[in-house]
């Protein structure tokens, strides 16, 4: 992921509601708004997600990112750096959004929660197939010690930050915490039988190899012992060099692949030039960063993965 400089009208904001912030963290943890609910923040849809199955009817949870667009590159605008300033509790992932991590440092006081520090992040290059030409945007990425942000597309880590997140909510809302942590628990299990789903779904596949247009699914490669071949890095934005995609469809070509995949948020124009190389179909792999309206939730959207995952596969 690049971090990217933070536009003027966020710092003008920010600053602005500086001391609005910093009175909304002294008097954070005292059980929310007039309707005795707690007010969530939440930087993507993933955490949405935990957060709303977690909290329950206990919490109001809001998205900063709206519904088909691309989380990544969030700019926020002032009503939303206020919404972050008055929330009860921020559930974020330290720099994956740089506007929301800026915005947290400045108004979040010490109502923040991220996710990066209860689940640690794998490295951006770890796992998969390394070559010398990735790109420009990857050999930066590893040069900058950079972390993959997807850790929610491993079911089981995702259990875990629930889990977290109930603890986190307890002590802002004291009086609920045996239900922040029962809600957790349930979540948790839909979550290891959805684990359980992965692994008898893939146990059994013609191929390993996931070539994908860039390297979002290390964890669920790592989890599920795949093997993700990426066109370019965990940046969506970064161009892969002419050198990358010889090599890439030369690596699908060795390994059988029938499938390249694309993801729902950007454009597949880089996974049909492979596809069209080999003589490859090309599907949707969602890395579930952000749903489209009516795009169902994540539970539904992983399942959808697993099915695009074994035809691709051709697994049994």
């Avoid at 792999?285 to 691709?312: C, F, H, Q, W």
């Amino acid at each position: 992921m690049v971090i990217r400089s933070v536009p003027r009208t966020l710092a003008l904001a920010a600053s602005a509601l500086l001391a609005l912030g910093t009175a909304a963290a002294c008097g954070s943890g005292s059980g929310g708004s007039a309707d005795g609910r707690i007010d969530v923040v939440a930087a993507f849809y993933p955490l949405q997600y935990v957060a709303e199955r977690v909290g329950g009817d206990a919490v109001r949870v809001t998205n900063l990112a709206k519904p088909g667009a691309e989380p990544h590159d969030l700019e926020l605008n002032p009503g939303q750096v206020g919404q972050i300033s008055d929330a009860d509790v921020i559930v974020y992932l330290d720099g994956f959004q740089p506007a929301v991590d800026d915005a947290i440092k400045q108004v979040g006081g010490d109502r923040s929660f991220d996710v990066a520090a209860v689940e640690p992040l794998r490295d951006a290059t770890a796992g998969g197939h390394e070559h010398e030409g990735e790109g420009e945007g990857a050999a930066a990425e590893e040069k900058a010690g950079a972390k993959d942000p997807h850790v929610w597309l491993d079911p089981t880590r995702l259990a875990t930050i629930g889990d977290k997140l109930a603890e986190r909510l307890g002590r802002t809302d004291p009086g609920r915490a045996a239900d922040y942590t029962a809600r957790a628990q349930t979540l948790r299990t839909e979550l290891t039988a959805l684990d359980q789903e992965y692994a008898q779904g893939l146990r059994n596949c013609q191929r390993r190899e996931l070539v994908t247009a860039h390297t979002a699914f290390g964890y669920l490669a790592a989890r599920y012992e795949l093997e993700q071949v990426g066109i370019s890095g965990i940046t969506p934005e970064d161009e892969p060099s002419p050198k990358r995609l010889a090599e890439v469809a030369d690596e699908a070509k060795e390994h059988g692949a029938t499938t390249i995949f694309f993801e729902t948020l950007v454009s597949p124009k880089v996974a049909e030039t492979i596809a069209r190389e080999i003589g490859a179909s090309t599907a949707v792999l969602d890395p579930i960063e952000g749903l489209s309206d009516g795009g169902g939730d994540y539970a539904s959207v992983m399942r959808t993965n697993l099915g695009a995952l074994k035809s691709a596969l051709s697994c049994s």
